[in-house]
């Protein structure tokens, strides 16, 4: 029985160690999917994604008769693991109760598009615990994922992102991850315009549509109004762009 039980645990973990494998996983813990879809969530070509569902044969199986691919009984147990360590995690970096009307990582991870959230964090490493998956739950769904970090913190952010996010490097070439300067992108000459800032996140917002992606799935720290005593004009950026977003 333990033999059987380590055997079982070996092959979870061999499949949770790659990214791909495990944005398979939580796809399809959510509905049934086809290959096309798949492909699309995991941002893979055909033969990349056929390549992982061969390695995935005990936990994921082909439904012929409607030809989507869904979970085996293994493949939710799998899942289901998977889900409560990483939760279990998370609550422990975070330190907070985590309830069913109180999660934050599972609320950022069900955002959509044109939704508009503002986390008031106490330390960085609440930070790292929400933001993380909110850019990760992006990425997944065929986003462009961006991270508007404070220039004195963005070597170390940039490191810690590419750690945490599975082939960030490869992501960034692509254009899919990107880490911009919160000062640059908000600030321009000393200024803050809400306008300004609300038009460039849409033109961005068109360029990254023309090449592909679904549009932004973004992260930004407010550092510079703070640091620069502005705001004000960060209260009305804030309220504008909830205005602009549906």
């Not at 039980?5 to 509905?31: A, D, V, Y």
């Not at 293994?74 to 998370?90: H, K, V, Y």
């Amino acid at each position: 029985m333990t033999k059987h039980f380590m055997g079982q645990f070996e092959k979870s973990l061999s499949i949770l160690r790659h990214p791909i494998r495990r944005t398979i996983l939580e796809s399809l813990s959510e509905k049934d999917r086809s290959f096309v879809e798949l492909t699309d969530i995991c941002i893979v070509n055909h033969g990349k994604l056929g390549y992982h569902l061969r390695k995935m044969r005990n936990t994921v199986e082909h439904d012929p008769d409607r030809d989507v691919y869904r979970l085996t009984h293994e493949g939710r147990l799998t899942c289901e693991w998977f889900i409560q360590a990483f939760s279990d995690l998370m609550k422990r970096n975070l330190d907070l109760t985590v309830t069913p009307d109180f999660n934050p990582i599972r609320y950022v991870e069900k955002l959509s598009l044109s939704d508009h959230s503002i986390l008031l964090y106490e330390d960085e490493v609440m930070k790292r615990s929400v933001s993380l998956p909110f850019l990760r739950a992006g990425l997944q769904r065929g986003l462009s994922a961006i991270y508007l970090a404070s220039e004195r913190k963005m070597e170390r952010i940039a490191k810690e992102m590419r750690r945490s996010i599975a082939d960030a490097g490869e992501l960034e070439e692509r254009g899919a991850f990107t880490i911009m300067s919160a000062e640059e992108w908000y600030l321009r000459r000393g200024k803050a315009s809400a306008d300004v800032i609300i038009g460039n996140w849409f033109k961005l917002a068109e360029e990254k549509m023309k090449e592909g992606y679904r549009g932004l799935q973004v992260a930004a720290e407010m550092d510079p109004f703070i640091e620069e005593v502005k705001t004000h004009e960060l209260l009305v950026y804030e309220g504008k762009l909830g205005q602009k977003l549906p």
